[in-house]
């Protein structure tokens, strides 16, 4: 069984105060919205686990009735930082999972064929991550003022989500994030801990995710065509 773990239990404090990204209205419906329909209809995955925050439960239950997904789903509570989330959510899984894709709620665009070919890879390796191939220059400052030097972009990828595992992998790698009190900055950093090897799968189409107001015109501009 292949299982989809949608974080969505982040404040997105950069959209403003008081503001839910994800239930932001873009091109007809929610952002969330949007992100669950990728994987309602995705035929490489078998069941959802949304992490949502406390108290936003009966919101999500009517997402899927207004937008008649029809895959089953769970909802799971999120925890203090997005790793906790994710363990929250690897703890509603159906026992017979045994690989699980993490995307993030507000990251609606990612290709089915995205997720599939992460899947296949977990399948293969136990990690692979989407990415895109940095192309802008990068520069270096050590005070934020002054450029100290020109970084070789050619070694670097901007990683994404879906971040995809054999469950059993990253139950433990996060299981050893949390012994050892550590704060990981995504799911495959986890896995660099415990030496589990994670293989990079280029993303080719825009795959952004929500974090600021300017955000949602591009994604009105993607999603809108897409319709």
Not at 66 to 92: I, M, N
Not at 125 to 130: F, H, K, L, S, W
């Amino acid at each position: 069984m292949t299982s989809a773990i949608i974080v969505a239990a982040g404040k997105g404090t950069r959209m403003g105060p008081n503001v839910d990204k994800l239930f932001l209205e873009v091109a007809g419906r929610p952002v969330v919205a949007h992100t669950w329909q990728r994987f309602d209809a995705a035929a490489c995955i078998d069941e959802i686990v949304l992490v949502v925050r406390d108290t936003m439960q009966a919101a999500f239950t009517e997402l899927a009735e207004t937008f008649g997904f029809k895959k089953p789903y769970r909802l799971a509570v999120g925890g203090r930082e997005r790793q906790d989330s994710v363990w929250s959510g690897l703890q509603a899984l159906a026992p017979a999972a045994e690989i699980v894709a993490i995307h993030d709620g507000a990251r609606p665009c990612a290709s089915e064929k995205l997720l599939a070919d992460t899947i296949e890879a977990a399948r293969e390796v136990g990690a692979a991550v989407a990415a895109q191939r940095v192309t802008d220059t990068l520069k270096e400052s050590e005070g934020g003022t002054w450029i100290a030097r020109t970084v070789d972009r050619s070694r670097l990828w901007a990683v994404q989500t879906p971040q995809t595992f054999r469950v059993e992998v990253l139950r433990r790698a996060l299981a050893v994030v949390r012994q050892q009190g550590l704060l990981v900055t995504d799911d495959a950093a986890a896995c660099e801990l415990i030496g589990q090897p994670v293989r990079l799968i280029e993303s080719l189409e825009p795959n952004p995710k929500v974090t600021r107001p300017g955000d949602l015109l591009y994604l009105e501009a993607l999603l809108g065509s897409a319709g």
